[in-house]
């Protein structure tokens, strides 16, 4: 009887010491995954000083302005024109391309400000 309880006793610690060692090996790469997440962040600001903001104005619709000349006058560089205007046409709640001389819509247009 003494040798079982010498054989349990020795499992027990055995499994006791696995468990240990497994939660240690456990938060060790948690550890690691958040520093190296929070370093990454940092290396991405510090390589990006510039964020694009979207900002949002009010445009006076003249005669002869149509959907295409507004975005012309108003989009990003390297946008497309399709997206733009279906952007336009979302915001102002427009379903054809017709615009009515002296109404007023909204347009978006982004800038790189420093952070």
Excluded: C
């Amino acid at each position: 009887m003494y040798t079982y309880l010498k054989k349990n006793e020795r499992k027990r610690r055995i499994l006791l010491q696995s468990l240990v060692l497994f939660a240690g090996i456990a938060v060790a790469v948690i550890l690691f995954l958040s520093i190296g997440n929070h370093l990454h962040s940092h290396q991405v600001q510090a390589s990006d000083p510039y964020t694009e903001v979207t900002y949002y104005q009010s445009v006076y619709v003249q005669s002869g302005d149509s959907l295409w000349t507004i975005a012309d006058r108003y989009m990003s560089d390297g946008e497309d024109k399709n997206d733009y205007i279906d952007e336009i046409r979302q915001i102002n709640h427009i379903t054809g391309s017709h615009l009515t001389a002296g109404s007023y819509i909204i347009v978006p247009y982004t800038v790189s400000e420093q952070r």
